[in-house]
């Protein structure tokens, strides 16, 4: 199967549905295929040709979905790059993939500016300023019905690049169609009358659910800028029943006055990943909009992989703690725990996670050393510590780069910051390894606070050694107002944090 014949048909079938909502438009699927084909023309016209890599730097819009749909019309090959990303690292992403064109909002045009003469492979950059829409308007309208196979390439995302510089992973089109339905196997299931609010770029995460709704005949809902209030009454007004939401998105709606008390009764999922999830955000969530949670875990090379339903969040598993895992195996995907040989390890063992599932990645684009050593026999290697107990639940306990060695005993950062976050004052918190004479290593947290926040140190090495014993307290707490360092995705960058402990030392680990 290809994605350009199934969004086509899904077009024809549903021509005189809801398609697309926006803050300021509403389109049918006609209307909306119609857009697509223009820009598709448009991108022939100036030599993009099957295969070709298209990039674009963008919020969540109208010509967002312009571009979802033409590039797949066009059968080229779409490369998200990263709005929060510096403009070096566009630089890279694009010459790696040798993208031939460039889409950009206005407000990125700054961080694009003069790209065309430092990447070789780049033609053009398009900037959708005022006069996009008579440009669009004034592109052919005939599908060119542009024939795709589905093992032609479909679509390269970018992992998070916390371990170093972003990789390019390639998706197939029958990869992204077997990836996009394999979501919804746990997930409340879409009708033509489901309403898919994407808070979260459909260029990037909340891209993964587009497609199956838009197949369905169903509604995606756009919000432009994530803004709480508008999209407290945008949801409600227009009676959303899905929703991609990362859990910082969750926390921020959850705590505007009066959340609760709107109508949520046509609201079915919120589906939340990307990042852990605080205990006191999933009560806020079903306080405020009912037992719909559900929280997914993947990697951009192997998704989904497992899923929290909100009947298994408070539930009562004997051999299980559905609280602190990040779900249940998932049908079709197969996990399992390794140790350092490459063996196998038994349930309940803890080592390096590893997943297969059917829309993996098949290597790194242009990077055949580092695929290989990130595939293993079939195995995605996710990079992560972790174990399985018998029921299926997965515990991720931390990347494998972050664990702390203190006197013999490992610790997990992540364990401790779900901890700490839960204290009413800690607004983001990082856990991470330095240096200790007597231990080797112990932990520190440094915790982000609002100015003026009435809390310790103390306060905060007294709750972990309540939770989790005192074993495992951190030796030191700071605080900060500022906001703490993160990725292009929003992940917490530990190491930038750990590094000044780290800089005369010729290792950065000190445990045995």
């Known amino acids: 199967m290809e994605v350009p014949a199934l969004l086509r048909q899904a077009a024809r079938f549903n021509e005189k549905r809801t398609a697309i909502v926006t803050p300021g438009q509403t389109l049918t699927y006609g209307e909306a295929w119609q857009r697509g084909v223009r820009l598709a023309n448009a991108m022939i016209d100036l030599g993009v040709r099957p295969g070709d890599r298209v990039a674009m730097v963008e919020d969540n819009s109208l010509p967002a979905v312009d571009l979802l749909l033409g590039a797949a019309i066009a059968g080229a090959v779409r490369v998200p790059l990263y709005a929060r990303n510096s403009r070096a690292a566009h630089r890279a992403m694009l010459a790696s993939t040798e993208s ?22 780049l033609q053009q950059v398009l900037i959708r300023d005022d006069t996009y829409e008579s440009w669009l308007a004034g592109q052919r309208e005939t599908d060119p019905l542009i024939p795709v196979g589905p093992d032609d390439w479909y679509l390269i995302r970018h992992s998070s690049g916390t371990s170093g510089n972003p990789k390019g992973v390639g998706y197939r089109q029958h990869d992204w169609i077997a990836n996009c339905r394999n979501w919804f196997v746990r997930l409340p299931r879409l009708t033509a009358d489901s ?29 432009g800028a994530f803004e709480p209030d508008a999209v407290l009454e945008m949801s409600e007004r227009h009676r959303v029943t899905h929703t991609f939401l990362a859990p910082s998105m969750v926390a921020a709606l959850c705590a505007r006055p009066g959340a609760a008390g709107r109508d949520w009764s046509a609201l079915e999922c919120i589906v939340t990943g990307g990042s852990p999830i605080t205990d006191a955000t999933i009560a806020a969530s ?21 899923m ?22 998932l049908p079709y995907a197969q996990l399992a725990i390794f140790d350092d040989a490459g ?40 990079g992560d510590i972790g174990r399985l107990d018998r029921n299926g639940y997965l515990y991720v306990l931390d990347r494998v780069d972050d664990m702390i060695v203190s006197g013999g005993l490992n610790i997990w950062p992540s364990e401790l910051e779900t901890v700490i976050a839960d204290h009413p004052q800690v607004r983001e918190v990082a856990v991470f390894g330095i240096p200790h004479e007597k231990w080797g290593e112990t932990p520190m947290a440094v915790c982000r606070v609002d100015e003026g926040a009435d809390v310790r140190p103390e ?30 995705v929003g992940k917490v960058l530990r190491r930038a944090l750990r590094e000044p402990y780290w800089k005369d030392r010729d290792t950065r680990v000190s445990g045995a």
């Open 195 to 223: 309403v898919f609010g994407h808070a979260a770029p459909i260029s990037h995460a909340s891209g993964y659910l587009f497609i199956p709704v838009w197949l369905e005949g169903g509604t995606n809902l756009l919000y």
């Open 459 to 488: 306060d905060i090495i007294a709750l972990v050694a309540e939770r989790m014993g005192s074993y495992l307290k951190p030796s030191r707490v700071e605080f900060t107002s500022d906001p703490l360092p993160k990725s292009v």
């Open 286 to 306: 079903r306080t405020t909009f009912g037992d719909v949670l559900h929280q997914v875990f993947g990697q951009t090379e192997a998704t989904p992989l497992t």
């Open 308 to 329: 929290m339903t909100p009947q298994e969040w408070f539930a009562d598993v004997p051999g299980s703690t559905p609280l602190r895992s990040a779900g249940k195996v």
């Open 100 to 121: 031939v064109l460039l889409f950009a909002d206005p407000a990125y045009a700054g961080s694009v500016h003069g790209l065309v003469e430092e990447v070789p492979s």
């Open 343 to 382: 063996d196998e390890l038994p349930l309940g063992e803890t080592g390096e996670i590893r997943a297969r599932i059917e829309g993996q990645m098949s290597g790194y684009w242009g990077n055949p050393e580092l695929s290989v050593a990130r595939l293993s026999d079939g195995w995605v290697r996710t």
